[in-house]
């Protein structure tokens, strides 16, 4: 894995969370910028997937064990999106919380993918 992108994603995540955080509190639900900010997290962990399985395809083994791996980089890819789509259906503070939530466990599932790959 690289470990670059994986701290970039992570401390994006943390920014996101940061951010709708700080609409939940003002008692906001997420606006198209948020959502927008979400897309540009999102793309970050779609990044990482693909570089995920390109490595996986040259030969190189996470300390871990793949499947474990595999599964944790599709949930670092889904998480933000399904957020997101569930802070749309939510459309009061709540909604706000939802995606900081999601910023949130996409942090923590980047943290989480540094210690299975072994880096």
């Known amino acids: ?9 992570g401390v994006a995540a943390l920014l996101l969370a940061a951010w ?29 997937l693909v570089i995920g399985i390109v490595q996986l395809a040259r030969g190189e083994k996470p300390e871990q064990g793949t499947a474990i791996f595999v599964a944790y980089l599709l949930g670092a890819f889904a998480c933000v999106p399904a957020a997101g789509f569930m802070s749309l259906a939510e459309r009061t503070r709540w909604g706000s919380v939802t995606a ?10 980047q943290v989480r993918l540094y210690d299975i790959w072994g880096s």
């Open 1 to 9: 894995m690289l470990t670059v992108l994986t701290l970039v994603t």
């Open 20 to 48: 709708c955080g700080w609409a939940a509190y003002r008692d906001q639900p997420t606006k198209d910028w948020h959502l927008i900010g979400m897309a540009a997290v999102s793309v970050l962990a779609a990044v990482q």
């Open 100 to 109: 900081a939530a999601g910023g949130v466990v996409l942090a923590v599932l």
